[in-house]
């Protein structure tokens, strides 16, 4: 288990450095073995790395050949050794051991589809230098989880809900409606928390964020999952069960 933190502000300098390590450092118990932080632009990212593969090499952020994509990765990727040879075989050029560094340049050659090969459990942020923007991603039962707050062309994103709050300028209100999904089946519906603002990406999905703003595709595993909640809900409703 691993944290990962960020923020893309696409109105201006900020320094986003401090900030970044005071989000990471309230994801420390999730990966107290080594922490990193990016801060180039529009865009900061942060990682606090709980050592399982490659332990000496694969601290992150992670970088491609000519530092122009830029990740934070917290999961597993089962089916990395398959991907690396394929990748190796294609002229990519790794600098480390780990299947951090298999998503960096799978991205290279698919892009976004890079998605449909992944087999495993992950949340991850990506940052594309070239074309200015920030890809995130979560596997598709929504195991690793990913949570973010998106104003005026900027996005705050981490692993935990406290590390967005870690951003002193973000408002801590309770959204009720969520609460009492929560309360009454034990998951709130949809992208809602239980804060106002702070949303969740949804399991098997994508979200991409530029200066043209955010952009979250939903897919079919994610719509199955909402299917499956909605009908949950009705069946309270017919047994007439309370709602809290």
């Known amino acids: 288990m691993c944290g990962i933190a960020g923020v ?7 320094d986003k450095t401090d900030l ?50 830029w990740l934070v ?12 040879q394929e990748l190796l075989a294609k002229g990519h050029r790794f600098y480390t051991k780990s299947d951090t560094e298999v998503i960096v340049h ?29 890809i995130l991603g979560r596997d598709r039962l929504g195991i690793r989880p990913l ?4 104003k005026e062309n900027r996005l705050v994103f981490g692993s935990e809900i406290k590390s967005i709050f870690a951003d002193r300028s973000i408002v801590r209100n309770l959204d009720s409606e969520t609460l009492g ?14 804060f106002a603002d702070i949303s969740q990406l949804p399991p098997g999905c994508w979200g991409s964020f530029s200066a043209d703003g955010l952009k979250v595709i939903v897919t079919g595993v994610y719509l199955i999952i909402i299917w499956q909640m909605i009908v949950d809900r009705w069946m309270i409703g017919v047994m007439k069960l309370p709602r809290f």
């Open 20 to 69: 970044l390590r005071q989000m990471i450092a309230t994801l420390q118990h999730r990966g107290p073995d080594a922490s990193g932080v990016y801060d180039v632009g529009p865009v900061g990212l942060a990682h606090t790395r709980l050592s399982i593969i490659d332990l000496e090499g694969g601290d992150q952020p992670i970088h491609n050949e000519d530092k122009s994509v």
């Open 147 to 150: 949570y973010y707050y998106c």
């Open 106 to 134: 799978l991205y290279e050659e698919k892009g976004i589809d890079l998605f449909h090969d992944l087999n495993g459990q992950f949340a991850l942020a990506l940052w594309d230098e070239k074309r200015g923007k920030l």
């Open 73 to 84: 990765f917290n999961g597993e990727i089962f089916n990395y050794p398959e991907l690396r």
């Open 8 to 14: 893309v502000n696409f109105n201006g300098a900020e």
């Open 181 to 194: 999904d929560i309360f009454t089946g034990w998951t709130p519906l949809g992208e809602k928390t239980p």
